[in-house]
């Protein structure tokens, strides 16, 4: 009896996230088991049920109309298992276990990992376990302990503490600029090769922030190169494809090796709109708490680099 209870809170787990994310690929990377494992829990769980709990096609996955009236109570008990957990780690007096981190992937690349190895052998028994990718990930909802966002803090269910300023600004390779020469202000822009972002999520494209005076504005070059990754633009730019906007904490490395130089530094604006996000329930975890101090020094740390290298964008 206890193995088939087991087997059964199993299926609910994986039919619960699943549910809520709407494929079983999505489930199990949020639940770090394969895609196999979620699809077999959630067909145990339906034949004992006696109940179809998904439409299933190629494409999609979608709830059926009983598994709508369950997943809500699905979510509701998984939930309550991780309350469990956190009440546990909780209760342990040195942080250990594993902490989901979800960031976009400049942040993870230039920022967080680099500060890993530090940390993990500040605190051996914790396992990080870092998720990157551009899309906004529902945190309640697929498991994750802390996310690192940019932008609007909507989510009132989160607690959230900001993290160190960046700025924005324009950067060219110092081959381009010898080529080309050197705009002095914005408006030289028009007769240069530029290179934008196009963001993956929305297929928009990056407006260039300036600071002008008193006033912030926005302009919209005409780019001969568009590309839906930050880390690609800049090493376009590197290439010496042209001139292109991105953040401090990407672009520092580069002008520290001298592969990029930054432009119209007077011009550029500061953003303050990077924050750590995290669900009430791991407002007590050891943990968690490591990891947030350790994102908030990384950060810090990062902006002092910046300085040091005197990379005023």
Known sequence: MEHIALDRLTGLIAFARAGSLGSYTAAARSLSISPSAISKSVQRLER???????????????????????????????????????????????????????ASLPIGLHVIAPALPAFRQQYPKLVVDLRLNDRVTDLIEEGIDIAVRIGDL??????????????????????????RGTPAHPNDLAGHDTVNLRYQNTGQVFRWPFRIGSQEI????????????????????VAGGGI??????????????????????????ERNNIAALWPESRRSNPAVRAVLTMLQAAFIDRTAAERVADVRV
């Open 48 to 102: 004992h049920l006696g109940v179809s709990l998904f439409n299933r096609t190629t494409r999609s996955l979608t709830l059926t109309a009983e598994g709508r009236e369950l997943h809500e109570r699905a979510l509701r008990l998984l939930r309550e298992a991780e309350e469990i957990e956190q009440i546990a780690m909780t209760a342990r007096s040195e942080p250990a276990g594993t902490v989901r981190v979800a």
């Open 154 to 179: 909507a989510d009132s269910r989160l607690l959230s503490r900001r993290l160190a300023p960046f700025r924005l600004g324009c950067f060219a390779s110092p081959a381009y600029l010898r080529a």
């Open 218 to 237: 926005e302009m919209l070059p005409t780019s001969g190169i568009l590309i839906d990754s930050s880390d690609a633009v800049v090493a376009t730019l």
């Open 244 to 269: 292109g906007v991105c953040a401090s904490f990407i672009a520092a490395p580069y002008v520290e090796r001298g592969e990029l130089i930054a432009l119209l530094s007077e011009f550029a604006v």
